[in-house]
Every structure is written in structure tokens, then in C-alpha cells.
């Protein structure tokens, strides 16, 4: 069965700081992989989206940035967080199959990282 | 805003009785999905309704589509205290390359007193 795992759980970190979120999958190849920030009580903004190793697509012009370096893992890094950088962020996959089936496919998350700017 | 949004904001009921919520969404779509998060935690896929389909069940949820009216219900029937949670609406929108990118509403929290 194919499993989701991210870290780490919580995060705390100083304005300025570097950040780097891992997310990997397993039991799948091929993944297209997502990563999402969720402000408290909202809803989930799409950060980042890969459909490849090396392939990244950016949502939202912010100070982060997204890695695809292995198939099946997802990075999220940050050289100097903000204040604003505050908030649940969720890794998810879906099954890649292309020729416009993608869509009707459902998203898998991880339990996401809590992460607190001070 | 948002592609799908959920009404309404939030829900609180007593274990037992049904619990509604709704979803609008603003372009044509080939599918809807729900989406089930529990406090502090990722977001688990509860069932996908096509455009095709006007009804669709799972145990004791059931989804209704209105492709005309452009909008979704959920319903959990019996609720639980465990069905405490936020629930979501998600809609495919736009094109990227090999595939669409999912919209998330803002949620519904629903409270089940016990």
C-alpha cells in the first residue's frame, strides 16, 4: 500500500532562518506531488505542484521554493522565512496516469508540519 | 475567490441527527470530490462524484451533484462524535502540464456533540 510520510511535525524557527520540509512516498512511482499552506481555520492554498523529477510549477510568487530531486520526494525550502511563512503545510500525491485522467484521481496527504515564525 | 466554497462555515449538532453541507463552485467541472480533516491533521479523501453522476454513496455519507446549479451536498447521516471535522469541497480547475491542479474550498467544521 502506498504510505505518505513529512517532517517534522512541528517547527519553530526565527525570521530569517532557513527552512526545509521533506516529504517522500512510497508504494507508488510517478506520483504527481503537491505542496499546500493551510492558514488556520481556511483552506488550502496550492503552493507547488511537480508531475516529474526536476519539474516544478509555482502557484504563488512568495520566498519559497520547491525541489523534486528523487521521484518520489518532495522538498520545500525557504533561505530567509517571514512572519507570513506561518502555517500548516500539507504534502499530498496523486496518481499520475496522464491523458487527462489525472483529475479523477484523489489526493493523499501527509499529517503536515506546524510551522511557527517568531 | 475561491473555486468551491463550502455552506455553511460551521455546523454544530447532536450525535444522531444529519448533518448538511454544501458546495458552489464557479466554472464546469468533471468532478467533484470531498475531502475530511481532522483537527491538526492532513486531509483524507472521502469520495469523488462526476459530472455524470447526480447521486453517489459511501456508507453513511451521501453526495449529490447539481451541475446545473453548479453545486454539491454532503451528507452524513447518524453522525458520530467521531465525525467531528473539518470537510471540504475540491474541484479540478485549469491545466498543467500532465494533469489539473485541485481547488480546495475554505471548509465546513462540523461539531458532533455527543
Known amino acids: 500500500s502506498q504510505t505518505i510520510h513529512q517532517w517534522p511535525a512541528t517547527l519553530v524557527q526565527p525570521v530569517g532562518s532557513p527552512l526545509s520540509l521533506e516529504c517522500t512516498v512510497e508504494?507508488?512511482?510517478?506520483?504527481?506531488l503537491y505542496w499546500y499552506r493551510q492558514a488556520a481555520g481556511r483552506g488550502l492554498q496550492l503552493l507547488f505542484y511537480?508531475?516529474?523529477?526536476?519539474?516544478i510549477s509555482s502557484e504563488v510568487p512568495q520566498n519559497l521554493s520547491a525541489s523534486r530531486p528523487q521521484d518520489r520526494q518532495f522538498i520545500l525550502s525557504s533561505k530567509k522565512l517571514l512572519l507570513s511563512d506561518s502555517g500548516f503545510y500539507l504534502c499530498a500525491w496523486s496518481p499520475r496516469y496522464g491523458r487527462g485522467q489525472d483529475s479523477n484521481q484523489p489526493q493523499h496527504f501527509g499529517d503536515g508540519t506546524r510551522l511557527s515564525i517568531l | 475567490s475561491q473555486q468551491g466554497e463550502e455552506d455553511p462555515q460551521a455546523l454544530s449538532i447532536q450525535e444522531g441527527e444529519n448533518a448538511t453541507m454544501n458546495c458552489s463552485y464557479k466554472?464546469?467541472?468533471?468532478?467533484l470530490q470531498w475531502y475530511r480533516q481532522n483537527s491538526g491533521r492532513g486531509l483524507v479523501h472521502l469520495i469523488l462524484?462526476?459530472?455524470?453522476?447526480r447521486e453517489k454513496h459511501s456508507g453513511r455519507l451521501r453526495v449529490t451533484l447539481d451541475t446545473s446549479k453548479k453545486s454539491s451536498s454532503l451528507l452524513i447521516t447518524a453522525s458520530r462524535a467521531a465525525d467531528t471535522a473539518s470537510y471540504f469541497c475540491?474541484?479540478?480547475?485549469?491545466?498543467?502540464?500532465?494533469?489539473?491542479?485541485?481547488?480546495f474550498g475554505a471548509g465546513t467544521r462540523l461539531f458532533v456533540k455527543a
Open positions: 466554472t464546469s467541472i468533471n468532478n
Open positions: 475540491a474541484t479540478p480547475h485549469g491545466f498543467y502540464t500532465g494533469g489539473f491542479k485541485t481547488i
Open positions: 462524484i462526476r459530472s455524470n453522476e
Open positions: 508504494g507508488t512511482s510517478n506520483p504527481n
Open positions: 511537480s508531475v516529474g523529477i526536476g519539474q
